[in-house]
């Protein structure tokens, strides 16, 4: 996960590790190695140019702390601008008021957002929730019966209303389905398609605003980068997305869409898919990112 970035920043900041004293071409050379080490892993080059020079600004200004040598502190102060990059504290979700809580999984088909509810599922019960899967994704088939398989597999309740219903009533029925069954969480599975158009827009738009769902959450593909950016950016922009899942982050060597997302579009990464193996979703914890990436 995050090797390729992980090792070139890791090189480009190792030799102030043991500076006892900066000079400030040492800062502007290991700056010029961050920014190129951020650009080979696929960040956004507005994100880099803003990242470096914050770095840059606190290193020069920076309060001597005795505990640390120079080179020791900018590795803390990027550290910090890494962790504030992806958004500084865990996004939590927002839980409705007077249960159950709806959520939205919307994305792109092959993002892994059927893997991704399925797991979700699971971090509820983890909890003590009681998940109900609802198969919204009325033009495949295929994808009701892939949710009705991972449900089977992880022991929790899918609803579905074949394909014939539109989506909207299948989670109206999805929530009376839930009090019947006194399940707390509906998680609804919406369609997906190979390219954003306007139809899957409008469609989950008027979805969004019949259910009021308490979090619409997109499913992206780590691996696709700036791409998975600029999915964020059009479902945002339609639908208020209220965070992101980031899947497939096992298999992402660059981190570009780890980096970038947030900066760009303002959602914060709520959770991130680790692997094809259907366990609970992990919580996003951007600090801990970052430390791992710098080692
Ligand atoms: P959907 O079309 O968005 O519903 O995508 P699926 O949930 O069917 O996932 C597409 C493929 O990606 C499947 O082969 C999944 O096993 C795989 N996948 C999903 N999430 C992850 C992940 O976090 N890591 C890895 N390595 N593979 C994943």
Not at 84 to 109: D, F, S
């Amino acid at each position: 996960m995050l090797e390729g970035l992980s090792s070139s920043l890791q090189k480009a900041l190792g030799k102030l590790r043991s500076k006892g004293k900066l000079t400030e071409s040492d800062v502007q050379e290991a700056m010029r190695e961050v920014r190129l080490a951020l650009l080979a892993a696929d960040v956004n080059v507005k994100v880099v140019r803003d990242f470096v020079a914050r770095v840059r600004e606190r290193a020069v200004g920076q309060d001597v702390q005795k505990s640390l040598t120079p080179g020791q502190q900018v590795i803390k102060i990027v550290y910090e601008e890494l962790t504030e990059l992806m958004g500084g504290t865990q996004a939590r979700i927002q839980m409705a008021a007077k249960p159950p809580t709806v959520i939205m999984l919307v994305g792109l088909q092959g993002a892994g957002k059927t893997t991704a509810i399925a797991k979700l599922g699971l971090a509820f019960r983890q909890h003590q929730h009681r998940p109900l899967l609802v198969a919204a994704d009325v033009y495949r088939p295929a994808a009701i019966d892939q949710l009705h398989v991972l449900g089977r597999q992880v022991d929790i309740p899918v609803f579905d209303m074949g394909t014939e219903t539109n989506p909207v009533d299948i989670v109206r029925n999805g929530m009376a389905e839930a009090e019947r069954q006194g399940a707390d969480v509906v998680l609804v599975d919406t369609a997906g398609r190979l390219h954003i158009d306007d139809a899957l827009m409008t469609e989950l738009e008027d979805m969004k605003s019949t259910i009021e769902p308490s979090e619409v959450l997109l499913v992206v593909d780590a691996m696709t980068g700036q791409d998975a950016v600029h999915v964020a950016e059009t479902f945002h922009e339609r639908l208020g997305v209220t965070g992101v899942i980031l899947t497939k982050l096992d298999g992402d060597a660059r981190g570009g869409a780890a980096l970038t997302v947030r900066a760009v579009t303002g959602c914060a990464i709520k959770y991130v898919g680790l692997g094809e193996k259907i366990e609970p979703l992990e919580p996003f914890h951007p600090d801990r990112l970052a430390s791992r990436i710098l080692g």
